[in-house]
């Protein structure tokens, strides 16, 4: 058993924990209870201080065999994170912070990996150190900050080895021109450069530098040979330099991006639609008047958004066409901007062939016939100008008669009224597989507050297939959506059993 005043810790600046000041037996134990959860002793040994100073009083570790039965701790879960659903949630990553002006990004970095539940040790160069301060990293990732190779007490504790390969990620954030060049060439003479050269995980750079830097042929290079060895890049981006006042190809990708990339390289989710491509439309559509009118709806593309992102999670290949809107674009998908209904239905068109449609734009079914040059103007005492309407061409309906009809076609049907029968004559008239019918009437009940199904955040469906109706609860539009997606892979997985 280790008793709480076993461990002989100091808490230093940097809440260091000195494990050679253990006795024998103590340390060996330890090693062992390491080995079997697959940790650092120094890592072991502070779960095990944060257990104690949560009230456990002593831990009990065996010092061969299983712990033991009784008031033994196990492992200190992971705080709950603030974010959930983050694919690389419970992850580890070594985050190397090399010396740029951009290495303040990589404070902001570690608190949106942590808050999206990953666990952040970082390592940073001499250089790094002139930007920010170990304190500041050490203050976010709540662990040791490594910044010497030959650190006595490190070595003993962690091992430039161990720290290399204990994790699931390496990621290099800001990547200088230096260390690219020293990873280009296998240089192992600090730190960073041997962690890099001894790790036999994935690793991601981030790097940032002068525009003329970046540009120049031996950082090109460096960066195509990094290429060819598999290390992943993000960035960087164009745009002004924080430093200089230049501007160019340099920046560092921001935070955000970098989590995303972290995100995709850490997916181990089955993706059950990997090699299929879909379509997916979203939002409304905007048919001109004159130079500044135009005809449009409440759709705010978040239902079909989310649908996108639900098949791309789920590894299919998505291209999504969409109208006029003010959210983020859906993350693993290629998004196609259109305007108008006939400009949304030439690109979706040109995206095919496909294996999956879905088509959640809210198109408006007529424009003005004749787009007015200049602006119409009003004309004293006259009333109103007229507007003439002309029918716009019917995407769903068009791809339903295709010859390169996607192989489930599924469209929406916004109703008010009889929805279940509207949504029927849908079906038949426009030839889809599905329809997804939703009440966007006032009255529906849902989302009032957020101004309904049209523009708010939930949704209640009905999903109208040859075989009948299948009434969903009422729920977010991600769940609608990552239902719906499940239900697509379910029917493609059974067509192809059945093929
Ligand atoms: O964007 P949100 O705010 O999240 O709202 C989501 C939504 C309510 C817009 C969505 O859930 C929805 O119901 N989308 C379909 C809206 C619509 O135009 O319904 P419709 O019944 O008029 O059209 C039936 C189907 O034909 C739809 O798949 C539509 O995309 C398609 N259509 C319609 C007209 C047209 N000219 N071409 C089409 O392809």
């Known amino acids: 058993m280790i008793e709480i005043n076993a461990i002989k810790c100091h808490i230093g600046g940097m809440a260091s924990i000195t494990i050679r000041n253990l006795d024998e037996s103590t340390k060996q134990a330890l ?9 650092s002793m120094e890592e072991e040994a502070r779960l095990l201080l944060a257990e104690l100073e949560q009230g456990a009083g002593s831990v009990e570790v065996a010092a061969s065999g299983r712990p033991q039965a009784g008031p033994a701790v196990a492992a200190r879960p992971s705080p709950e994170p603030a974010i959930s659903g983050f694919p690389a949630a419970g992850k580890r990553v070594l985050l190397i912070i090399s010396g740029g002006i951009a290495a303040y990004k990589s404070l902001d970095l570690i608190r949106r990996l942590r808050e999206r539940g990953v666990r ?9 150190q002139q930007f920010i301060t170990p304190l500041s990293v050490g203050a976010l990732t709540a662990d040791k900050v490594f910044t010497d190779l030959f650190d006595r007490e490190d070595e003993h504790d962690v091992g430039h080895i161990r720290l290399a390969r204990d994790c699931d990620l390496v990621v290099v954030a800001p990547a200088t021109a230096d260390l690219m060049a020293k990873m280009a060439n ?7 450069s041997t962690a890099l050269l001894a790790t036999n995980r994935p690793v991601l750079i981030a790097p940032a530098m002068n525009p003329a830097m970046w540009s120049h042929k031996a950082t090109r290079r460096n960066a195509e040979s990094l290429r060819r060895d598999g290390i992943h890049f993000i960035g960087p981006m164009a745009g002004e330099m924080a430093e200089s006042g230049e501007a160019g190809e340099g920046r560092m990708a921001e935070p955000m991006q970098v989590v995303e990339k972290i995100g ?3 997916d181990t989710r089955p993706k059950p639609l990997k090699g299929k491509r879909a379509i997916v ?17 409440r759709s705010s593309g978040k239902q079909g958004h989310a649908i996108a992102e639900a098949l791309a999670d789920l590894g299919a290949e998505v291209i999504l066409v969409s109208g006029p809107v003010s ?14 209904a006939r400009e949304m239905q030439r690109m979706v068109e040109a995206a095919l062939p496909a294996d999956i449609a879905v088509m959640v734009a809210a198109v408006a079914d007529w424009r003005s016939k004749g787009e007015a040059k200049e602006k119409m103007k009003k004309e004293g005492g006259k009333g109103p100008s007229h507007l003439e309407l002309t029918e716009n061409p019917d995407i769903l309906k068009g791809l339903g008669h295709h010859k390169q009809r996607p192989g489930l076609l599924i469209g929406f049907a916004a109703e008010t009224e009889k929805i279940v029968e509207h949504a029927r004559a849908k079906l038949e008239r426009k030839k889809a597989d599905w329809i997804v019918a939703n009440d966007v009437s006032p009255d529906s009940g849902i989302g ?12 209640r469906v009905r999903i109208l297939t040859r075989e009948g109706v299948e009434e969903w609860p ?16 379910d029917h493609l997985a059974a067509v192809t059993a059945t093929a």
């Open 474 to 489: 009422e729920l977010t539009k991600q769940q609608v959506a990552r239902r719906l997606a499940a239900r697509i892979c």
């Open 31 to 39: 090693r062992e209870r390491a080995a079997r959860n697959g940790r």
């Open 120 to 128: 952040v040790r970082a390592v940073m160069t001499a250089a790094a």
């Open 327 to 340: 959210i983020p674009d859906p993350k693993g998908c290629e998004v196609v901007r259109v305007e108008s």
């Open 281 to 297: 439309t979203s939002g409304p559509t905007h048919e001109p008047i004159d130079p500044v009118r135009y005809i449009a709806n």
């Open 186 to 192: 296998g240089l192992a003479n600090d730190l960073a």
């Open 448 to 459: 009032t507050t957020e101004g309904g199904v049209m523009g708010g955040d939930r949704n």
């Open 264 to 266: 995709e390289l850490l």
